[in-house]
């Protein structure tokens, strides 16, 4: 990423090219006659008109088209045409990959071009940090005090500080979560926080703590000690409802060493306790990963061996249909292989109808179609492995111009 000059750099199917501007419009492969096409353009089509015809422009393309000529760049980046909702046609997922590092730079795969680009995350310190994203908004936190929070949009750059949440600054684990709403670009951000207690290896307790961007004040709306059971890093908010995972701790008797918590922060009034929201896993897990995929709560799990539960034996993809698991698919074994023999050996995150899934080994990516029920791998991410044991991740982020922390 040395020697950029713009957010954004193309590679083309996997293949690093020489380093060059984002806003290059020439790689499109053509020779632009700006004084005979743009510029007649711009002599009969209104500025309204023109906003029209590069809103159905990707994203990517819709930066090039901003170095076309200075009218282009000032319409492209103006707040009318980045906010205007009609201008932001549905775009899909994009998935951000990097390596774990001190350098959180890596590249985001936009699935319609099949392309990577390398793109510098604002704010973000190391790779290690919490990362989490809804309609166009990441928010990260930090891995170390965990009050360290930032929201941004990765496309636009614009970013927001925020305090994290009073009391309680250090954690055992700590999971992160995030829901924007899609009319008023309001936002609501969880941290469901775990710690034990002292003395004690089977009881933890379980705080959480709810943000709303239209108050900007946070409040802790449940403490709770569980027996036998913390939390963990794996939350999401869905329909209004915060699912979180909770992992055994010994002491009690389980069949699996997962379970799910369904907390409603729609309505904090009439609440049940945390151990009476649990809902089971759909078989014996090494590990889940949790989405909200059109407001449906699906998660992507790793199914463990009947003899040995800590060791994978394939991946599946589960949607919880009234506090039931519905199982959608399971990997098929030719795109497992590869993945690992251990218990947490993948990242996956998705929205809309696309799954990402990856890899912790190796840049490979594969995407699942949730529609079409199609399995399809990436072209090639082209981040670096320095070292044999060098350990990648990512997550996936709507590209949105209109929306701002």
């Not at 936009?110 to 994203?133: A, Q």
Request: charged share 20%; net charge neutral.
């Amino acid at each position: 990423m040395a020697g950029d000059t713009s957010w954004i750099s193309h590679l083309d199917d996997g293949a690093r090219r020489e380093t060059r501007e984002f806003d290059s419009v020439l790689e499109f492969g053509e020779e632009v006659d700006t004084e005979g096409s743009a510029v007649s353009v711009n002599t009969v089509l209104p500025d309204e008109l023109v906003e029209r015809i590069l809103a159905y422009l990707p994203v990517v393309s819709i930066f090039r088209a901003s170095s076309v000529c200075k009218r282009w760049h000032e319409i492209i980046t103006s707040e009318r045409f980045q906010w205007n909702p009609s201008n932001s046609l549905p775009q899909r997922p994009w998935y951000f990959m990097f390596t774990y590092s001190d350098e959180p730079t890596g590249y985001a795969y936009d699935p319609i071009l099949r392309k990577w680009y390398g793109i510098e995350l604002p704010f973000i310190e190391t790779s290690s940090w919490f990362v989490v994203s809804s309609y166009g908004l990441v928010c990260f936190m930090d891995n170390d005090s965990r009050s360290k929070l930032c929201m941004c949009n990765p496309i636009t750059k614009r970013c927001r500080r925020l305090e994290g949440p009073p009391g309680l600054k250090f954690s055992d684990y700590s999971a992160l979560a995030m829901s924007v709403n899609r009319k008023s670009h309001s936002y609501t951000l969880a941290i469901v926080k775990s710690k034990q207690i002292p003395e004690d290896f089977v009881q933890w307790e379980i705080s959480i703590h709810i943000y709303r961007s239209e108050k900007e004040t946070w409040m802790t709306t449940a403490t709770e000690v569980l027996m036998g059971w913390r939390g963990g890093n794996e939350s999401v908010i869905c329909n209004g409802v915060l699912y979180f995972l909770v992992y055994l701790a010994g002491g009690v008797p389980s069949e699996s060493r997962h379970a799910l918590i369904a907390y409603n922060i729609s309505n904090l009034t009439s609440q049940p306790t945390l151990r009476r929201s649990f809902i089971a896993a759909p078989c014996s897990l090494t590990c889940g990963r949790l989405m909200n995929m059109k407001e449906k709560l699906v998660m992507v799990g790793g199914i463990g061996k009947p003899d040995r539960p800590d060791i994978i034996k394939g991946i599946g993809i589960w949607v919880l249909n009234d506090r039931k698991w519905e199982e959608i698919v399971r990997m098929p074994h030719r795109y497992f292989q590869g993945f690992g023999e251990f218990d947490d050996v993948f990242a996956s995150s998705g929205t809309g109808d696309q799954i990402y899934i990856q890899s912790y080994g190796s840049p490979a990516l594969l995407t699942f179609d949730l529609n079409l029920k199609q399995w399809k791998w990436s072209q090639k991410c082209p981040v670096s492995k320095r070292f044999p044991l060098q350990l990648f991740t990512g997550f996936c982020f709507e590209p949105r111009l209109e929306i701002a922390p």
